[in-house]
């Protein structure tokens, strides 16, 4: 079985804290994704990553950055988190474009910010 | 820029009925998906529909696709309270990098 594991189920940081969210894959996936959910906003790209070091902005970046150094590992940073970034985001995989499967979901991290 | 639109977005039914969730999506695409999530829970992948035409069905659940209409369904067949969930479709991009849009989402309650 696919397993996407992030690092926190529930976080509650400081605003201008600097915030590391971690996700995991162990299917040798090439694709992640990081989203956030929000109540009548349904999911959100935030960033991806189609390869090691390569990354891609997604529809919300601003005041977010990712790191992505290996190829399991798929990290979110906020920089200086801020009230409007209290949300639960959600860490996917998947494998690359030529082969046809779905992208996995982690179980998700509610992060307050306050 | 693609955009993906479900309707409705809440739905709240009677057991022993059917009903169909709808998604639109705005240009050409690779893939759609649809996903299931469980409050308090996360995404758990559905169906993955390839080309137009394409129809997949599990248990009471069955997803088509229309890529000429750029519309894709998923029917209901006697809904029980088990399937009180919120559906997802998501859309893959065509051409360039990946990216996964989604809707909104379609909240769904079955009710005794």
């Known amino acids: 079985d696919v397993k996407v594991t992030q690092s926190s189920r529930y976080l509650v940081k400081r605003t201008g804290e600097k915030v590391f969210l971690e996700c995991v894959q162990d299917m040798d996936h090439e694709n992640m994704f990081w989203y956030r959910q929000d109540p009548g906003l349904g999911l959100r790209l935030i960033y991806f990553?189609?390869?090691?070091?390569?990354?891609e902005k997604g529809d919300i970046p601003e005041g977010y950055s990712v790191s992505r150094e290996k190829k399991e590992r798929f990290s979110l940073i906020l920089e200086s988190a801020s009230t409007n970034q209290t949300s639960m985001y959600l860490c996917a995989s998947s494998l690359g474009s030529v082969r046809e499967t779905e992208a996995f979901f982690g179980q998700g991290t509610r992060l307050t910010v306050v | 820029e693609l955009k993906v639109e479900q309707n409705p977005l809440f739905l709240s039914m009677q057991e022993g009925k059917n009903y169909t969730i709808y998604c639109n999506y705005s240009t050409t695409s690779d893939r759609l998906y649809w996903y299931r999530q469980d409050p308090g829970k996360s995404l758990e992948s559905l169906f993955v529909l390839l080309s137009n035409g394409a129809v997949k069905q599990e248990g009471r659940l069955m997803a088509s696709l229309d890529t000429k209409a750029r519309l894709s369904t998923l029917h209901i067949t006697a809904a029980v309270h088990d399937l009180s969930a919120t559906y997802f479709c998501a859309v893959d991009k065509i051409g360039g990098s990946e990216k996964l849009v989604f809707g909104k989402g379609t909240k769904l309650t079955v009710n005794p």
């Open positions: 990553s189609y390869d090691v070091k390569m990354k």
